[in-house]
């Protein structure tokens, strides 16, 4: 069964870093299924889920039904027609399902905090991706939470990535 991987990074806490997000979800696609590729869509906004919906009903393992379900009456609905409440459910779920938590916490987000504190508490395997050269610094609560295996924090370039995932997914096997 292969991984299903959540990948968080900043929306409505600024955008810069979208095309860097899509880069990096293409590349977790080689270690398992993105359940949040729109993180990555730089018109987010315009999010389509008939895809996702599509792709889940290839899912044909029987407890893909109920998500099935649920996306189906998402259909044809952008994420911008979604509800806060829509949108916060639906990505709890994802959270749920999830085995592991990616995320890009370079451009600070309260979501992308929530969803780690989230990620933590549902004992979930996280990795967090901070660029220093930036010249931000990441916050205490994030850089303060790494124990080296559950929780891993690396500082990187983006050149860098493609090995930091090898190492995190190989150790996880
Ligand atoms: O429209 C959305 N869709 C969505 O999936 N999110 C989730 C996924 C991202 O990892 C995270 C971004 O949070 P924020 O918008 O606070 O930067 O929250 C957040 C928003 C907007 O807050």
Redesign the pocket.
Known sequence: MSRKI?????????RDDADLYARLIEQLRQYGKVL?E??GNSS??KVNLLKKYIFTCYESHLQHFVMVVRHKQMINRE??D?S?KE?HD??MEWLNESDYLV?EVT?P????G??IGRAIDLKKTVLCLFRPQTGKRLSAMIRGAENESTFIVKDYKESEAPSIFKEFFKEEL
């Open positions: 959540y990948f968080a990074g900043s929306i409505r806490a600024g949040t729109h993180v987010v906004e994420e911008k979604l806060e949108i639906r990505d995320a451009q987000s309260l979501g992308v929530y969803e």
